[in-house]
């Protein structure tokens, strides 16, 4: 692939960019405290109390 083929991005593309990638990232960190949170309430709070 050459130079030419290659797209250049403008500042407001990078911005939208990184900010589309930070709003993912927060989608998935919220998505990972639901679930556990979830399993919490399922199991109870004992679950944290067992045997390993």
Avoid: E, H, W
Avoid at 3 to 26: F, H
């Amino acid at each position: 692939m050459s130079d030419k083929d290659l797209v250049t991005l403008t500042d407001k593309q990078k911005k939208a960019r990184r900010s589309r990638n930070v709003a993912i990232g927060l989608a998935l960190a919220a998505l990972v405290i639901i679930f556990y949170l979830a399993t919490i309430a399922k199991f109870g709070p004992a679950i944290l109390d067992r045997p390993l």
